[in-house]
């Protein structure tokens, strides 16, 4: 299919809105998406009459035509491939995450400008994990102090991140010989 | 109270609260998707499989009503009718989603409702609670708890990179979906909506009407929701969505004094000719009844109508909606016309009988 807008390249990006209950289709190049501005990723700063389906859809096609040709690479616990899953938008199961971690990454990165989780941790999983996501966040902190120049703080940051760290290794040596 | 009386009743007992900014703020929710560890996730699964989930998660009922002290009860979505399901969209406790596809859904619901639980969405679970007013922190402490609860039995999806797993990308991380439901009849009338919405989305926030994506802002309500759910601490989002709601607010408030000041006599007119509409009308659409209903509940607000009864918005909000309507109507199907005449009718046997309450 030809891009609706320069009719040359190869349309990639499928965009469908709904106004007034009329449903209108575009079909766009790369290129011409990206000027129309229908697609800002950086700030996701979408119109929001898009469902989030259509956006997506149009968001993996790009990255399946800037990745290698996809293989047959299938999910081992649900069997869901990744073109499957670039069709559709929506992933297979939780071990869809590990299978296709990788290529997930920089679509992550895309979505939410950030690919580090650095909120609630499950309890059961625990305290290791729940320490680790405390230097996360500390780390972060830490940037920040030194940039609005608070050096005080940020000694003091650096110092709980040094504790939680060795703290750290520790309880893992300590789980290892477990 | 049974599914029956949550279909039936006029209003969700959550929603008579009040709360902060209840003049602007209708309501606050807090949603978070999560997933069984290892199950496909509901567009995967068939239905052996989606059956096995709602039996598990089924079986937390008495866990949920013990940590909370309030009823909870499970409800198969195959058991409700498409109209009953409905409705239960209509009052904002299912997404149209899980009305639609009913077949292998299922509901917790708590009894006031402020509290639902949806079972094979586009996630394992999606659990959302709501709270009157502007109380984002409220919703969120009490959809934690509930995480807590349902964490203690079931290994939820997750990975230390991108936090809790979800059937679409757009949810990793924290899997928190926050938002506020806001009443902007004054931001209309000066056509500031649009700078508004454009700032916050920004800010990295969504802005839809009142029944989520792709409808239409009928009634000037509007729903502000986080965009990105991933790289944040829960605390940040709920944060953030708070500080620009509240400036959202503080327009809204300041745009209310500037037509008081300005135009007082036209909008008192205009605000007493919607109340006169919707007490005299013997048949109103349903995006007629809102704009109408958004009119006479600024006018409320401001003092115009004078009368205690702001909540009578939200609840003429509910019913007019037309599966509402028709659920009351007990007919087989309304024709269009004719669920006009009983959407005028409701309205008029509200307002009757309170005259003496409204016209100073
Ligand atoms: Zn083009
Ligand atoms: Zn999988």
Known sequence: MLCDNCQKNQACVHITKIINNQKLEKHLCSECAKQSGEMNLAGLAFDNSFSVQDFLKGMFSQ???????ADDMACPNCGMTYSEFSRGGKIGCTACYTTFGARLEPLVRRIHGASAHIGKVPHRSGGLLEVKLKIKR?????????????????????????????????????ELKE | MSIETMVGGQISPWMTG????????????????????????????????????????????????????????????GKLTPLERYVLVEKHIISPSLAQHAESRALIVEEDAAVSIMINEEDHLRIQCMAPGLALTEAFQSADKIDDVMEARHNFGFNEQMGYLTACPTNLGTGLRASVMLHLPALGITRQLNRIVNAATQLGLAVRGLYGEGSEAAGNVFQISNQLTLGHTEQEIIDNLYSVVTQVVEHERSARCMLMRESENALSDKVWRSYGILRYARSISGQEALAMLSEVRLGIDLGIIDTKQASLFNELLIMTRPNYLQKVSGSNLLAADARDRLRADVIRSKLAGRDEEYVK
Do not use: H, W
Request: hydrophobic share 40%; glycine share 6%; aromatic share 2%.
């Open chain 1, 138 to 174: 500390l780390k972060q902190e830490l940037t920040r102090q030194v940039s609005c120049e608070e050096y005080e703080m940020a000694a003091k940051t650096r110092d709980e991140i040094r504790d939680l760290e060795k703290g750290l290794v520790e309880e893992t040596a300590k």
């Open chain 2, 18 to 77: 009040g709360g902060r900014e209840s003049d602007i703020v209708l309501s606050s929710r807090v949603r978070l998707a999560r997933n069984l560890d290892g199950i496909p996730f509901p567009n995967r699964a068939d239905t052996i499989v989606l059956q096995g989930v709602i039996q598990e998660l089924g079986e937390a009922v008495p866990e949920l009503s013990a940590a909370t002290g309030k009823p909870y009860i499970l409800v198969k979505m």
């Open chain 1, 63 to 69: 990255v399946v035509e800037e990745a290698e040709p």
